[in-house]
């Protein structure tokens, strides 16, 4: 009977072994699955910010007109004072349309350099009352303030800001990694933390995270070669839900 209790106990054994190789790949295949659903979350709001930028670009579209009639004007072509009239009635609603939509863009996106952003919108809401402006110009001003708020999504960039975290105001260095993440830390790297798109606040970060963070600062100054880093990513709120 001594051979079947050896070859029992190494069923067993072998049994046991198999869970564990079971149980690693079930926990490897929920990280994975996470791990996709994040980048679900990442690829949708993407979606939508193109959809968003393709609904721009018809209306710009309809601003191609009106190049034309300047570049005609230019060139020394004579375009009649009914026609600039009625392009005109078109333009600027079109261009409120457009700072409006650029104002509630700013609004709702991570708070990176607000103040900057919102004296450009009051800007141009200035410009289009000033009757010593072209409209020419006025159309470029909104363009300008367009392409600015485009380029954010492909950039990084490091600056200096007040924020308020746990009730206390204080200057942070602050990165921001397109318009996926806004993070912040203290000159002596104690304080590490980021805006939780979430809970709509600046919330500290792990000391896990404090090196990755110091790095993409460094890497946006450009002190050291651009590299990979792991930071964590905000969770994207569902579109028209909470």
């Known amino acids: 009977m001594q051979p079947l209790q050896l070859a029992t106990g190494s069923v067993f054994a072998q049994t046991e072994s198999v869970d564990r190789v079971l149980s690693a790949d079930m926990q490897r295949l929920s990280l994975a699955q996470e791990s996709q659903e994040r980048i679900n979350q990442v690829v949708e709001v993407t979606r939508s910010l193109a959809d968003n930028y393709r609904a721009i670009n018809k209306e710009i579209d309809g601003l191609k007109v009106y190049n034309r009639l300047m570049t005609a004007q230019t060139n020394g072509q004579q375009a009649t004072l009914e026609q600039v009239d009625v392009i005109n009635r078109q333009i600027f609603p079109l261009m409120e349309r457009m700072i409006d939509g650029l104002e509630q863009s700013i609004a709702l996106d991570i708070p990176f350099l607000m103040a900057e952003r919102s004296k450009r919108v009051a800007d141009l809401k200035e410009i289009m009352e000033r009757s010593d402006v072209s409209v020419a110009e006025k159309f470029r001003k909104v363009m300008e303030a ?28 602050m990165l921001r990694v397109g318009r996926i993440g806004l993070y912040f830390q203290s ?56």
């Open 146 to 173: 367009y392409q600015i708020e485009g380029d954010y999504g492909t950039s990084s960039e490091w600056y200096k800001d007040e924020i308020a975290l746990d009730g206390v105001n204080r200057e942070y260095t």
């Open 187 to 242: 000159d002596d790297t104690e304080i590490t933390g980021w805006w939780s798109s979430e809970n709509g606040q600046y919330e500290r970060l792990d000391s896990e995270h404090r090196n990755e963070i110091r790095k993409g600062i460094r890497i946006a100054r450009q002190l050291v070669a651009p590299e990979l880093i792991l930071i964590p990513v905000p969770v994207a709120k569902p579109a028209g839900g909470a």
